[in-house]
């Protein structure tokens, strides 16, 4: 966006000096110089514009009128002098048009009219401007190569060479106003229009503070020693032998971004392999003993005798 109200700038002041030039031709009636070829006291010298002749007189004085000199003026300068002013005023109308420009991208917001209609229209007026002007200069020029063959010498004026600087310059405002008219065209040219919410550089985060995100139900635990996560931990049973920690979760801030919570290590209590109950069955195993009243007979000498082992359980 800066590039552009940078560049809408610089055609703002690229239209003002075009004004500026197109008005300072009309204004200063300097289109060309008229002098009699004959010498003596009665020359008839002089400057002239599309709307008026001044006569130069002795002791550094003038004479302003259309009859004050033999020299006359045609029709078809008169039209070229109302050519130029028309070209003035549309520049001038252009120059209007820039600083509404500005006010839109300031503001985004629309300003007497769309964005886009606001940037073709100072295209056309450009477009105008530059050929009234050419029309204005040709015209002036062809009917001054006329006036010659009444008995003048004629010369350009500064006013006409200003006109002819002018020209170029509007020439130039008319290129640069067609490529504002192409960029207007592209994605984020029209500042007046919403956002594209696709490009990252452009979204717009919308915070919904009531969301909540369900947590995962297969988390996957981390210990702070090793920083590796546990294999087949589920649901927050592991196997046998590992020891189940704290599933990670992501938390949702309201300002969009997202916070891996801090994973826990489990407590020291945890890590302690659970003791079996005693059961009061277990003892020193026999195997010949059934579990019946009688055991198996052992014979000694020839005798039998019964042998029962019956010995507490011991905690390992």
Not at 74 to 86: D, P, Q, R, T, Y
Not at 104 to 113: A, G, H
Not at 141 to 155: T, V, Y
Not at 195 to 220: C, Q
């Amino acid at each position: 966006m800066a590039k552009s109200t940078l560049y809408a700038a610089g055609v703002t002041c690229l239209g003002f000096v075009c004004f500026a030039l197109a008005s300072v031709a009309i204004g200063i009636p300097i289109w060309g110089y008229y002098d009699s070829p004959s010498g003596g006291y009665d020359f008839d010298r002089g400057y002239f514009g599309p709307f008026k002749v001044c006569k130069q007189l002795t002791y550094n004085r003038e004479k302003c009128g259309n009859d004050v000199s033999k020299f006359r003026l045609s029709n078809a300068v008169f039209v070229s002098g109302l050519l130029a002013i028309g070209s003035s005023a549309v520049l001038g109308i252009f120059c209007i048009l820039s600083v509404i420009q500005h006010a839109m991208i300031s503001s985004r917001e629309k300003v007497v009219m769309p964005y886009t209609t606001l940037v073709i229209v100072k295209l056309m007026l450009a477009l105008l401007g530059g050929v009234l002007a050419i029309i204005a200069t040709v015209l002036f020029a062809l009917q001054i190569d006329e006036q010659e063959r009444f008995g003048f010498k004629i010369s350009r004026g500064i006013s006409f060479y200003i006109q002819i600087v002018a020209i170029v310059l509007t020439i130039a405002l008319f290129v640069a106003a067609l490529y504002d008219v192409i960029y207007s065209r592209s994605p984020g040219g029209d500042p007046t229009m919403a956002l594209d919410a696709s490009s990252p550089g452009s979204a717009t985060t919308f915070n919904n503070p009531g969301f909540k995100e369900p947590r995962s139900r297969n988390g996957v635990s981390v210990t702070d020693a090793s920083g590796k996560p546990y294999s087949g931990i589920r649901n927050g049973a592991g196997t046998a032998g590992s020891v189940a920690s704290m599933s990670t979760t992501v938390t949702s801030v309201s300002n969009g971004s997202t916070l891996d919570s801090v994973t826990r290590s489990p407590l020291r209590s945890s890590l302690k392999k659970p003791r079996p109950r005693p059961d009061p069955t277990l003892g020193i195993q026999n195997p010949g003993y059934s579990g019946s009243g009688s055991s198996p007979p052992m014979r000694r000498n020839g005798s039998v005798k019964k042998v029962r082992i019956q010995t507490h359980s011991t905690e390992v």
